[in-house]
């Protein structure tokens, strides 16, 4: 299973051209797994056979991770890079049957994602405070990620020659590297603007060949990476009276406040980089989730709401 794995690395990388956190997140999932087939099996994970993956290894292994008080979110995401990985192995014909094909995916619970008030996204772009080289970029960031509603990984990714400031226009490079161009808005560029002039982004390598300059630097000058993103993001939102958020809130608060104001959905799709635009519908659905919050928490005669809404799932007779 071992030189399996590695196959299938090469495959998402070089075929799918995968993300690198795309990649790493799969080799962990499968690493776990060789690990667990490993001891139940007794032998050393170099001697695990691919067969053995067989779907009552899975079905113990998913059993093992509930026991670990593992997220439904988790055990769906590793089952999902198992029957991902078996599926490539039956198509190189490597196996006869996917065994993860058929296993049922653990149930998840219903969570609205957390989104931002335009009063709470406001406030949380002023957080960083002074002109600081670090307190100017943290502001940048913020600005980027509401104005763009781009991922961590994208933001992470931009590099100097991704802005476009006198159009007011951003490259991104989304999932499966696939790039998109979407606007920044002014204030966003102000930010930008502002951070560049107080760092010193190193244009060239030692032996003078032009480098890609990454927008978001650290204190030592090396890239930022998508850890520390969330670290920052996380590091301001605590002063939000509704607790810290993760930089993915800014994404949905993005569409979300598009969607209120009357922007075109498949406008939103395209920004977003959504390849279905049956995900960027979720925000429908989550803008009239937050109508009706409002509406049963602030109308007086609220309580008088048919019983349906509150219990969706069962027959109004």
């Known amino acids: 299973m071992e030189g399996s794995i ?31 087939a490993s001891s139940v099996c007794s032998v050393p994970e170099s001697q695990v056979a691919l067969e053995a993956g067989d779907p009552l290894m899975i079905r113990g292994y998913l059993t093992w991770l509930d026991r670990k008080r593992e997220k439904k979110s988790s055990m769906a995401r590793k089952l999902a890079t198992l029957r991902t990985f078996y599926r490539y192995h039956v198509r190189e014909k490597r196996v006869k049957a996917n065994p993860a094909a058929e296993m049922r995916t653990p149930k998840q619970p219903q969570r609205l994602p ?19 080289v670090l307190s100017l970029r943290d502001r940048a960031i913020l600005e980027t990620l509401y104005s763009t509603g781009a991922r961590v990984s994208e933001l992470v990714s931009m590099n100097m020659d991704d802005l476009n400031m006198n159009d007011g226009l951003v490259r991104l490079r989304g ?9 920044i808005g002014t204030v966003a560029i102000e930010a930008l603007q502002d951070y560049q002039t107080r760092s010193l982004p190193q244009a060239w390598s030692s032996r003078g060949e032009s480098v890609a300059v990454p927008v978001f630097r650290n204190s030592r000058g090396s890239r930022l990476t998508a850890r520390s993103v969330d670290r920052i993001v ?21 569409a979300t406040h598009l969607l209120d104001e009357g922007a075109d959905l498949r406008a939103i799709q395209e920004m977003l ?29 609220a309580g008088r709401m048919p019983a349906a809404r509150h219990n969706p799932g069962k027959a109004s007779c």
């Open 273 to 301: 980089g959504h390849v279905s635009l049956a995900t960027t519908q979720k925000y429908t659905h989550l803008a009239t989730d937050r109508l009706l919050e409002v509406y049963d928490r602030a109308h007086p005669r």
């Open 234 to 254: 996380v590091k301001h939102s605590r002063r939000l009276t509704t607790g810290p958020i993760s930089p993915h809130a800014l994404r949905h608060s993005f």
């Open 6 to 36: 590695r196959t299938f690395v090469t495959f998402l990388d070089v075929e799918r051209r995968a993300s690198p956190e795309t990649i790493r997140a799969y080799q962990s999932d499968l690493r776990q797994f060789l690990s667990y």
């Open 114 to 132: 957390r989104i931002l008030t335009k009063d709470d996204a406001n406030a949380l772009m002023e957080f960083p405070e002074g002109d600081g």
């Open 175 to 183: 999932k499966g590297r696939k790039e998109r161009i979407v606007p």
